[in-house]
């Protein structure tokens, strides 16, 4: 039991990425009942709506979920083999539903309420995020205060994405840290700050109305990288996630102090392996990006 399962974030989805699932039956009925969940046609999403479209929060957030427990269900037989699940972001409703805490269909309700008020706080003020890759950590975050901008994701292996008002971020960009590199994201707004406490408030409302259970297989956190054993606890955080720092660093240091030998990443897979690759260096990694890099995923599972 070695091998962490995690859920991507944000800004993982392209255009058509569900194309190759919807060719299989078994994985069609699923995303059918997601879309239900969700009250969101997360087929025409997956597979024909432009780049744009499926930017947008409200779309963007379920849509990244469904993907990841499309995923999830055909390595879920051999859960019990598994060291356990995180998710980053908004990949840690994926990862609930993956430990049992939340039912498939409460996952995509609380997520796409999540996905549409926090798109509405953003529409609030003109803020954004950027991803800081190289330089001192400490004299960038020396700077993020000077600017009035907030640390957004600690990422690991040298990468920090900021957030806060479109004209500091600029101001970043022109004069940054020595040794580091600022990239625009194509987000909407400065999500995990100060920004979205009126998304918080709606969020909460929302999760009172689901049962939770405790999980049934490990499940670290992104606010401080530690495991959670209540499901009640487990959705707290999930509420108090959208305002506040994602600390995938201090994920990937649990993993490796737990012992983790290997990761699998649910569609749309990439950027926590890229990440994995950085922070955990020599760690095998599958990214599951079509249901054609299932076997290689339950090969990881089987004999890690």
């Known amino acids: 039991m070695s091998v962490v399962v995690v859920a991507p974030g944000q800004g ?18 699923h995303l059918g009942a997601l879309a239900e969940a969700a009250e969101l046609d997360l087929v025409a999403h997956g597979t024909v709506s432009d780049a744009d479209t499926i930017r947008d929060t409200a779309v963007a957030q379920p849509l990244i979920v469904a ?26 409703f994926a990862a609930a539903a993956a430990a049992g805490i939340l039912t498939d269909a409460d996952a995509l309700a609380l997520v796409s309420e999540r996905g549409r008020a926090m798109a509405e706080a953003a529409s609030l003020e003109a803020t954004g995020m950027s991803a800081v890759i190289g330089g001192d950590e400490n004299e960038l975050l020396a700077k993020l205060e000077e600017l009035g901008l907030s640390p957004a994701n600690y990422n690991g292996g040298g990468q920090l994405v900021v957030a806060g008002d479109l004209a500091a971020l600029g101001r970043l960009a022109e004069d940054p840290p020595a040794g580091s590199r600022v990239i625009p994201l ?8 100060r920004y979205m406490h009126p998304a918080v408030e709606r969020l909460r409302a929302a999760a009172a109305g ?22 009640a606890a487990f959705v707290d955080l999930l509420v108090g996630q959208v305002a506040n720092p994602v600390r995938w660093d201090l994920c990937m240091a649990a993993f490796e102090q737990a012992g983790v030998t290997g990761l699998v990443e649910l569609a749309p897979a990439g950027a926590l392996v890229g990440l994995a690759k950085r922070g955990l260096k020599g760690l095998p990694t599958v990214a599951v990006k079509t249901p054609d890099d299932i076997p290689a995923a339950l090969e990881l599972i089987e004999n890690s």
Do not use: C, K, M, Y
């Not at 499309?70 to 995180?86: K, S, T």
């Not at 194509?186 to 700050?193: K, L, S």
């Not at 405790?214 to 990288?225: K, L, V, Y």
């Open 186 to 193: 194509q987000v909407a707004g400065a999500f995990h700050t």
């Open 210 to 231: 689901v049962t939770a259970s405790d999980p049934a297989t490990t499940i670290w956190t992104n606010r401080d990288g530690s495991t959670v054993t209540s499901g």
């Open 12 to 29: 993982s989805q392209t255009p058509g990425f569900l194309a190759p699932w919807l060719a299989e039956p078994r994985f069609a009925d």
């Open 67 to 92: 993907a990841s427990l499309l995923a999830f269900g055909a390595l879920a037989g051999h859960r019990d083999r598994l060291a356990g699940v995180a998710g980053h972001s908004v990949g840690e």
